[in-house]
Nanobody, 121 residues
Framework: QVQLVESGGGLVQAGGSLRLSCAASGRALNTYFMGWFRQAPGVEREFVAAIAWNGGTRYADSVKARFTISRDNAKNTVDLQMNSLKPEDTAVYYC???????????????WGQGTQVTVSS
């Protein structure tokens, strides 16, 4: 059984930075796509960023140039560095793992429990 555990959420002022981390346990996910999604109240969960096993990355247009996803395959972790945060970035952020990018967008195999990020104006 795979478990994904997020950490690093919190309250930050607009323009500030936060770094989210996701630790995977239960099996090695070094061949999986790892990613981040977010869900604000009353809004559907949306894709934020993903990273392939070889370091290839993809981002939602809304976070490009502000967020950076990275992974450490040896430690089975994936991070999301969030800079220049905006109030509209406020959401619960979820870590996810999938066998390929298509599956990441449609039905990731694994989800974390989420961590709250609140950006005040």
């Amino acid at each position: 059984q795979v478990q994904l555990v997020e950490s690093g959420g919190g309250l930050v002022q607009a323009g500030g930075s936060l770094r989210l981390s996701c630790a995977a346990s239960g099996r090695a996910l070094n061949t999986y796509f790892m990613g981040w999604f977010r869900q604000a109240p009353g809004v559907e969960r949306e894709f934020v960023a993903a990273i392939a096993w070889n370091g290839g990355t993809r981002y939602a247009d809304s976070v490009k140039a502000r967020f950076t996803i990275s992974r450490d395959n040896a430690k089975n972790t994936v991070d999301l560095q969030m800079n220049s945060l905006k109030p509209e970035d406020t959401a619960v952020y979820y870590c996810a793992a999938a066998v390929h990018f298509g599956a990441m967008l449609s039905a990731p195999g694994y989800w974390g429990q989420g961590t709250q990020v609140t950006v005040s104006s």
